[in-house]
């Protein structure tokens, strides 16, 4: 009876100490995963897929990229579910950070946004100021897609529409697609419409889109990138760790040439321009 009761015992201990370790190799597992929530445009031109190879080569980390808008990803870092962002939203990103839900916000990287339409230009904007631009398109009732999904880009041009003094909102010619930059650059390009994108994914999707740049160089059309590490303390659960490699990496001198070189060879010129380490003055902001 004892010896029955002993084995029993043994094999309860053995079968406890499995549980522990398969345990223990899970939350190792999931601890060397890291939970990315970023921009569409970032995934659409194809920068991180040659960033997120290296750092996870360099890191040992393994990364889940969520690519949605700006808002999306930062309402993702409200409630703790990615471990660090990548976007393009300054007003709302500093209210995040204002609010608690971000440790650690840093100057990674811009381009420019551009507003893009049929060569026909039928609202006549080429070459005009942003505001004056949405002025005519108003004025010609052209169409204009707008992504509509709270995304960075959509911030932007909700601050253009504004400082046009132009509300949009419920008017024929403006159609909100409410989806990410590249789809929403094939329905502008289907519909013979404008809409404001961030230059790297246009000319990652140029070809075939049958669409040209009208409007660039406005001092407005600025589009900065920043990284932010999540509150751990407000979200224990957040991999802290991880996250904080990310970062770091994003702003090393390596990361940083990679990102400066990225689409020289096939566009002739940069489509990011790194910025780690610089001054947010030094960008407006």
Same mark, same amino acid.
């Not at 390596?254 to 489509?271: M, Y």
């Given at each position: ?17 499995? +549980? ?5 190799? #899970? ?6 995963? *890291? ?29 889940? !990229?969520?690519? #949605? ?28 950070? +204002?609010?608690?839900? %971000?440790?650690?916000?840093?100057? #990674? ?9 049929? +060569?026909?230009?039928?609202?006549? *904007?080429?070459?005009?100021?942003? =505001? ?20 960075? !880009?959509?911030?932007?041009?909700? %601050?253009?529409?504004?400082? =046009?003094? /132009? ?14 930059? %590249?789809?929403?650059?094939? /329905? ?19 070809? %075939? ?10 001092? &407005?059309?600025?589009? /900065?990138?920043?990284? /932010?590490?999540?509150? =751990? ?18 702003? !090393? ?25 610089? &001054? ?6």
């Amino acid at each position: 009876m004892k010896r029955q009761a002993g084995l029993k015992l043994g094999i309860t201990t053995i079968a406890t100490t499995l +549980a522990i370790l398969a345990w223990g190799t #899970v939350a190792v597992a999931a601890s060397k995963t *890291i939970i990315l929530a970023t921009t569409t445009s970032t995934q659409d031109s194809g920068l991180l897929d040659v960033l997120v190879p290296l750092f996870e080569k360099e890191s040992g980390f393994s990364v889940k !990229t969520i690519s #949605v808008g700006s808002g999306q990803a930062m309402k993702m870092g409200e409630k703790g579910e990615a471990d660090v962002l990548l976007v393009h939203s300054p007003d709302a990103e500093k209210k995040f950070m +204002a609010d608690g839900f %971000g440790s650690s916000r840093r100057l #990674v990287m811009h381009n420019d946004f551009i507003i893009v339409g049929p +060569a026909a230009d039928p609202a006549k *904007i080429k070459g005009a100021s942003a =505001a004056d631009a949405l002025k005519r398109v108003a004025a010609a009732g052209s169409i204009f897609a707008s992504r509509g999904d709270n995304s960075g !880009t959509h911030a932007k041009e909700k %601050g253009l529409w504004k400082g =046009a003094a /132009i509300n949009p909102d419920g008017q024929k010619w403006y159609q909100q697609t409410g989806l990410g930059m %590249g789809q929403t650059l094939n /329905i502008a390009a289907e519909k013979k419409g404008y809409t404001l994108t961030d230059r790297a994914t246009y000319l990652s999707l140029k070809k %075939g889109l049958g669409l040209e740049i009208l409007v660039e160089g406005d001092g &407005k059309l600025l589009n /900065i990138y920043h990284v /932010i590490e999540l509150n =751990a303390a407000k979200w224990p659960k957040v991999n802290a760790q991880g996250g904080k490699a990310f970062a770091d990496f994003m702003i !090393t001198k390596k990361t940083q040439e990679t990102i400066g070189r990225f689409g020289v060879e096939k566009f002739g010129g940069p489509l990011f321009f790194p910025d780690a380490g610089k &001054k947010p003055e030094s960008l407006g902001l």
